[in-house]
């Protein structure tokens, strides 16, 4: 934030300006930066999956998912208003050793997990396009990343984001009137919940994929270039302007996962193809839907391919320094490092010759799985007094958070029993 930002967002707090609006457009980011994370190459493949395999039924899925992480981000946020810190290192500050390295341990395995979707997607995209080979098209999208967070001031890496995020979300919005899906059944699958076992692990993986662990970390910490409040008075407001762009954002996020979803139905589901690769759905478009949209959902996977790789190596940059304990400084070897480290595992695993398409949804499953080590701990914070002061979470949001990880938790129960039966694969 500028100097001038930061002043006009100062001079805001202490008056009622009538340039409310202007302010708040000027606040608008860190909930988009978010967003770009859940509409990302995993999200592809899952939200792919489930359109082609079960039509418009986990519709519901993106709803339920997107209403939580509406919930889940703003106490995020508003735990790195109050205490000025990420939620990485109030963990390290307020757990134990064993419970804060135990948490940490869980989150880069999540950040690993989620380069491995990032990066797979990016190589993909740059196959489809250029038809370079994938190690290739993973390699550009790493040094893509590691320049943008390297070399560029924060105001300057958001807005390259955030037109990313318009070219996703431009793109799924002119492939839904090609596809022409039927609304009415839409709309019905969007609020009413279809859950066996047959679906259950595409459902987990659509779920791991929208609420990932490693953004709620990042919008703890991303919150932080908004510096317009000090005193108590000035970061509620503050939180007032946050809320709304986390509401506008992760409302984006929704229709473009939900379009996401339609567009696989409408076109797989209903002409009963099954869909083993996002080579082979880019292709199949082609033919069904006009060799428009195939070029679209190419260039959409290489734009979320570069975005959310650069949003992830953020979090990841925020998780290893914050849980050891060192300054988050570009300068350092350990920042330098920790933007590519975890890039490693897909390197290893597109040179194996693996099934990507499944290994893209077993990385959002991962997600899943771990969320709950992510969201105790924040709901522990949220709701300490000594912590939060007077912004600590509310009875009516702490109920609802215990719910929204019980939701989680009963579910990841479900798919490990589902599983085990032989099910959920």
């Not at 080979?133 to 390297?150: C, D, N, R």
């Not at 991303?222 to 000090?230: A, C, D, E, L, P």
């Not at 409408?266 to 880019?282: C, L, P």
Request: glycine content about 8%; aromatic content about 10%.
């Amino acid at each position: 934030m500028t100097k001038n930002e930061r002043k006009g967002g100062q001079k805001y707090m202490r008056s009622n300006s009538k340039e409310w609006l202007r302010v708040l457009l000027r606040f608008l980011g860190p909930g988009f930066l978010v967003t770009v994370g859940f509409i990302d190459p995993g999200n592809w493949a899952t939200n792919i999956a489930g359109g082609a395999e079960f039509g418009y039924d986990l519709l519901w899925v993106i709803t339920l998912s997107t209403l939580m992480l509406i919930l889940i981000q703003n106490m995020s946020a508003r735990l790195g208003i109050a205490t000025g810190k990420s939620l990485a290192v109030n963990i390290r500050e307020r757990f134990s050793r064993p419970v804060s390295t135990t948490i940490g341990i869980t989150i880069v395995a999540a950040c690993a997990a989620t380069d491995v979707a990032e990066l797979l997607g990016g190589a993909i995209g740059f196959k489809l396009l250029f038809g370079f080979p994938l190690w290739m098209g993973a390699l550009i999208t790493v040094i893509i990343e590691v320049f943008f967070i390297i070399t560029q001031r924060y105001h300057q890496l958001e807005k390259t984001i955030l037109a990313f995020l318009g070219i996703i979300s431009i793109s799924y919005i002119i492939e839904l009137f090609i596809v022409k899906p039927d609304w009415s059944a839409v709309l019905y699958s969007t609020v009413i919940p279809k859950i066996n076992h047959n679906n259950i692990y595409i459902a987990m993986g659509i779920l791991g994929a929208v609420v990932m662990p490693h953004n709620i970390f990042l919008h703890s910490n991303v919150i932080h270039s908004r510096k317009w409040g000090t005193t108590e008075e000035e970061k509620k407001k503050m939180i007032t302007f946050e809320k709304i762009d986390t509401s506008l954002a992760m409302t984006l996020g929704w229709l473009v996962n939900s379009a996401m979803i339609i567009v696989a139905a409408s076109v797989f589901f209903k002409n009963k193809i099954m869909v083993t690769s996002i080579h082979q759905a880019a292709k199949t478009l082609v033919p069904l839907a006009g060799r428009f949209a195939g070029f679209l959902f190419a260039i959409a996977l290489v734009s979320a391919g570069i975005s959310s790789s650069i949003t992830s190596s953020l979090a990841e940059v925020n998780v290893v320094t914050g849980f050891l304990g060192k300054p988050e400084d570009p300068r350092t070897p350990l920042y330098k490092i920790a933007t590519f480290i975890t890039a490693i595992p897909s390197f290893l695993i597109i040179i194996s010759g693996l099934d990507t398409f499944k290994i893209l949804i077993l990385s959002q499953v991962i997600l899943s799985i771990q969320l709950p080590f992510t969201l105790i701990p924040l709901l522990l914070l949220c709701r300490k007094k000594e912590v939060m002061g007077k912004l600590r979470s509310k009875n009516i949001e702490f109920i609802l958070a215990i719910l929204v990880s019980g939701i989680v938790i009963i579910l990841n129960i479900y798919l490990l029993y589902s599983t085990l039966k032989g099910g959920g694969m």
